[in-house]
Every structure is written in C-alpha cells, then in structure tokens.
C-alpha cells in the first residue's frame, strides 16, 4: 500500500529552527508538496520538491531524498504565526495526491 | 483567498436532510476534487474532475453524489448521512490532473450529522 509518515506534533520556541521529517511509500514519484494549514482554514502550498536537493524560499526550505523516500521542511526564525499543521502529499505514478496526516507544529513564545 | 470558494463554511444536517455543498474556482483550471478530512487522518480524495468528466471516485458511498456542470463550478450532493460523515470537506484545483502542479484549496465546509 502506500505510506506518508510525518509526526504527529512538534514543539518550537519563536526565533528558532524546526524540522518537519516525512516518510513515503508510493507506487511511483511525480513529486512531493509540502502545505500549511492554520485551524479552520485551507491548505496553503509552501514547497515542491521533484529532484534531490534543497529547495529555498525564504525562512521555509524543503529537502528531498528519493532514494531514501525522505523529505523535510525545515523553518527558521520562527514566528507565532508558524503555528499550524504542516501536510506533506506525494504524486504518484497516476498523478494522485497521497497525503500524509499532517504534523501540528506549537510554537512558544 | 485562494480562488476557491465553497458555500456554506458550516453545516448542520440530520441523517435525513438532503443538502448540496458548493465550489467555485476563479483560476481557469481544468481539475477539480472534493476531499474529506478528519481530525487527525490524512487527507481523503473522494472524487476528481477532468474537463468535467469524472476519472476517479475512490469507494466513496453512494449517499455522497458528485457534479460538475462546467469546468469551474462543482457539487456535492449529502443524502442519508451517517453521523461518522461528520468532518470537513474540502473543494481543490489544479490546471489539470497530469502536471506537477499545486493544488488550490478552498477554506472548506465544515459537516456536522446528528
């Protein structure tokens, strides 16, 4: 069958970094998204990673290891509005989304 | 705002009613999906969309009907609901289904059965 593992939830102190590691086995890679959701509101998209590397775009970055079927998204400089659930989805070989179940991210002050 | 609109943002329905959820894309896309999500599960696709045609519905049970009339608006239509079908529903889109695209999401409905 096929597999997304994220955490379930972690905790940061404003100002700091973060990882958010997540896991996949699917039948077939078209890429993997990384998404943002506040409580109560929609998904937002953050990253796409598609080749192996690093991926920046501003204090969020996105890792991807094929052949370890291994991304992160990691978060720097840490603000209160950070707290959210951070999805992390893969496109397989049909171009369906499969979804991991979200890791809730704390942040205190 | 996304480009994605979905009315009602809540709704509470008895096991009997019948009532239709609704999704509108501003974006010119050509795929849309309706998704459920449950508190603490992964997200669920339940239908897709293409070019108005469906290409996927995933074991979803027939008191959930889809339609899509045109390529920028879709339906979810609720008959004898369950109280476990209680969750939020979520409408998305995509240019089209077989591109490395994002989705675009809209802020959901949120579903209450009693």
């Known amino acids: 069958g096929q597999n997304i593992d994220q955490p379930t939830e972690m905790t940061a102190t404003e100002g700091a970094i973060v990882q958010i590691n997540c896991t996949y086995q699917t039948s077939g890679f078209n890429g993997l998204f990384w998404y943002q959701q506040h409580a109560g509101e929609a998904p937002t998209f953050l990253s796409y990673n598609v080749l192996d590397g690093l991926e920046e775009k501003g204090r969020f970055s996105s890792f991807l290891s094929r052949s370890k079927g291994y991304s992160y998204l990691l978060l720097k400089e840490l603000q209160m509005k950070d707290s959210a659930s951070y999805l992390c989805a893969v496109k397989d070989s049909n171009y369906q989304l499969i979804w991991g179940a979200g890791t809730k991210l704390i942040i205190k002050p | ?114």
């Open chain 2, 1 to 114: 705002e996304t480009g994605v609109t979905q009315t009602p943002r809540h709704l509470v329905m008895g096991m009997t009613n019948k009532k239709s959820l609704k999704c509108e894309q501003h974006l010119g896309h050509n795929a849309m999906y309706w998704y459920k999500q449950s508190a603490k599960k992964p997200l669920e696709l339940m239908f897709v969309y293409s070019l108005e045609e469906r290409v996927e519905n995933n074991s979803v049970p027939s008191r959930f009907s889809p339609e899509c009339p045109n390529s920028s608006h879709l339906f979810l239509h609720l008959h004898t609901l369950q109280p476990e079908d209680s969750a939020l529903y979520l409408c998305a889109s995509s240019p089209g289904l077989g591109e490395p695209a994002e989705q675009y999401f809209g802020p959901g409905t949120r579903l209450t059965v009693t």
